[in-house]
């Protein structure tokens, strides 16, 4: 049974779409999180909610929207896609807010033509 | 926030005891240091965490000196399997995981 998991793993669109990708943990966890993996590898907090709240927005384009419709869900609507959007995106948890162990999902690797 | 700096990369062979450094110059007072674990088309997967002096579990060690301006994830006799992206981070947030150190382990 898979902790964190991410649907759908690729993802491939073209510019101007929108898309969703979900994501779901079986952990019981409080905290969960949306991460963006560019070409170089860099990876950056993008949300993070704890209880469905939303906690950290870091600077990301009002085209990324988090729902979080329960504790177990934290789901990613992009609007408009650009080409610049393209990277692997991941969803990650946490027990609680701060806690250092945090679990990820496998990614979605989102390709913009 | 604390900023980390990690070499880009290391090679080692297999069976050789592998140490990472990173700098945390700002760390605060409350922040712990956490290392993560990224193989390719993978999610990062957590090692270890320390506040200070030495940390040790079944994968690696923790060494934190007293100052905590940097830390050391020591892994012991490494396998080819322990090629990967090491990262290090300071605080609890976990916003940045910079660009990591990238481990190649050679036979």
């Known amino acids: 049974d898979t902790a964190v998991s991410q649907t759908p793993k690729y993802l491939v669109t073209q510019m101007g779409n929108d898309k969703s990708i979900k994501c779901e943990q079986n952990?019981?966890?409080?905290?969960m999180y949306w991460y963006k993996q560019d070409s170089k590898k860099f990876l950056k907090i993008m949300f993070s909610?704890?209880?469905?709240?939303?906690?950290i927005n870091e600077t990301v384009p009002n085209r990324f929207s988090p729902k979080s419709p329960d504790k177990a869900h934290l789901n990613l609507h992009i609007n408009s896609l650009e080409l610049g959007d393209s990277a692997v995106y991941f969803c990650?948890?946490?027990?609680?807010?701060?806690?250092?162990?945090?679990?990820f999902g496998q990614g979605t690797r989102l390709t913009v033509v | 926030l604390a900023k980390t700096t990690q070499p880009i990369s290391m090679d080692s062979y297999e069976g050789q005891e592998v140490n990472i450094t990173c700098s945390h110059n700002?760390?605060?007072?409350?922040?712990?240091i956490t290392w993560y674990q990224q193989f390719p088309s993978q999610g990062p997967r957590f090692i270890i965490q320390?506040?200070?002096t030495k940390v040790t579990n079944e994968v690696a060690s923790l060494f934190i000196p007293a100052d905590r301006k940097s830390s050391t994830l020591s892994l012991p006799r490494v396998s080819l399997s322990d090629t990967a992206v090491y990262y290090c981070?300071?605080?609890?947030?976990?916003?940045?995981f910079g660009t990591g150190t990238k481990l190649q382990v050679i036979p």
């Open positions: 990650a948890s946490s027990q609680v807010l701060g806690d250092a162990e945090a679990f």
């Open positions: 952990l019981g966890h409080d905290t």
């Open positions: 909610y704890n209880n469905k709240e939303l906690i």
């Open positions: 700002n760390i605060a007072t409350n922040d712990y």
């Open positions: 320390g506040y200070k």
């Open positions: 981070l300071g605080g609890y947030q976990k916003v940045t």
